[in-house]
């Protein structure tokens, strides 16, 4: 069954860091635009980062520019978000999800999940001391 698992959340002191990733499995990820979406209770879901399937090219929102790093190891068939200096406004749930071939800005903006080619289960982040 081909789908997106994410790991790597957990409960950490604000100013730490986590690294999330998100490893497909039965598809190639070579040819997809991946992206990071979170959701606090109460509040809508974000898009937090993006990545192009092409050129490498990226997206941030404002609230995580300078602290979150996404990459991708097609290699590995896993994108990973790099967070670090973590805020207690960063505690959410974490989904990446996966469209073939588009832009970073379409892949980022937050759509109802069957609007993305695949959408994971997410991890759980709290940033609490």
């Known amino acids: 069954q081909a789908q997106l698992v994410e790991s790597g959340g957990g409960l950490v002191q604000p100013g730490g860091s986590l690294r999330l990733s998100c490893a497909a499995s039965?598809?190639?990820?070579?040819?997809?635009?991946i992206g990071w979406f979170r959701q606090a209770p109460g509040k809508e879901r974000e898009g937090v980062s993006c990545i192009s399937s092409s050129d490498g090219s990226t997206y941030y929102a404002d609230s995580v520019k300078g602290r979150f790093t996404i990459s991708r190891d097609n290699a590995e068939n896993t994108v990973y978000l790099q967070m670090n200096s973590l805020k207690p406004e960063d505690t959410a749930v974490y989904y990446c999800?996966?469209?073939?071939?588009?832009?970073?800005?379409?892949?980022?903006?937050?759509?109802?999940?069957?609007?993305?080619?695949?959408w994971g289960q997410g991890t759980q982040v709290t940033v609490s001391s």
């Open positions: 039965g598809f190639i990820l070579d040819y997809y635009a």
């Open positions: 999800a996966a469209i073939w071939r588009t832009t970073v800005q379409y892949m980022c903006v937050p759509k109802p999940p069957e609007q993305f080619d695949f």
